[in-house]
């Protein structure tokens, strides 16, 4: 069975300041990774996804992720913080099982990131 | 676009009471899904559709049925409501297995139910 943990429950940064917020998984099979947002209220919007290529992927609204299947770890950056970005973050993954498997979607703890002027 | 519609958005409960929450989604996806989400947990998975007429149980599916009577409805039903089903509830769709790539889950707004 396949797991996601997210190494920070909140993350408080200033305006305009580089964000990272860590996540690892483990899996005994092929994965395909996401992270999803919520903003206050909101329900969950896709950001990014990973599903097989290039390790480095961009996303909506200046995010960026990178896979280190080595590490097992998808962590999300972001250069220059805004306000807006305030919101909190699930990192997910699925299975590549294969056949007519459902794919289970597990979802991390989530981070709250807030964005302080 | 509409996408995925959860009815009610707010729901307050006395334990032992019981109801319904619809999900509707007018994308013609086969999958569907409702998770809950508890603070420091993040969704949970509670059970799932793969088409029309089918439902299968996930994570946590006690004290709650489902049924896809309809491929564009999921109803989620609590029959004797409890104060640890107080909880925001989400549903999703998507078009095929999320085991497949350049596939994913589109996700409803969210119901928020508090169980007294």
Redesign the interface.
């Known amino acids: 069975a396949q797991s ?1 943990t ?1 190494l920070d ?1 909140q993350v408080p940064v200033f305006e305009e300041a580089p964000v990272e917020l860590r996540c690892n998984y483990s899996s005994s099979v092929s994965v ?1 990774l ?1 992270w ?1 947002v919520q903003y206050p ?6 950001l990014l ?1 990973y ?2 290529g290039s390790t480095l992927v961009k996303g909506i609204n200046g995010f960026e992720a990178e896979f280190n299947k080595s590490q097992t770890s998808f962590h999300l950056r972001k250069p220059s913080v805004h306000i807006s970005d305030t919101a909190e973050y ?1 990192c997910a993954v ?5 056949g ?6 597990t ?4 981070t709250i990131l807030t964005v302080h002027p | 676009n509409a996408g995925v519609t959860q009815t009610p958005k707010f729901r307050v409960l006395k334990t032992g009471q019981s109801m319904t929450l619809l999900c509707a989604q007018d994308m013609n996806h086969e999958y569907m899904y409702w998770y809950r989400q508890d603070p420091g947990m993040g969704l949970r998975l509670i059970h799932y559709s793969v088409g029309e007429g089918t439902t299968a149980k996930g994570e946590v599916p006690d004290g709650y049925n489902v049924s896809r009577l309809k491929k564009q409805n999921f109803l989620l039903g609590l029959e004797s409501a409890a104060p640890s089903q107080t909880s925001v509830y989400f549903c999703a769709s998507s078009p095929e297995t999320l085991a497949r790539p350049n596939t994913e889950a589109f996700f409803g707004q969210g119901t928020r139910l508090t169980v007294v």
């Open positions: 996601v997210q429950s395909y996401f999803y209220n909101q329900g969950l919007q896709l996804k599903l097989s699930f699925s299975v590549d099982a294969g007519t498997s459902y794919g289970k979607l979802f991390g703890q989530g």
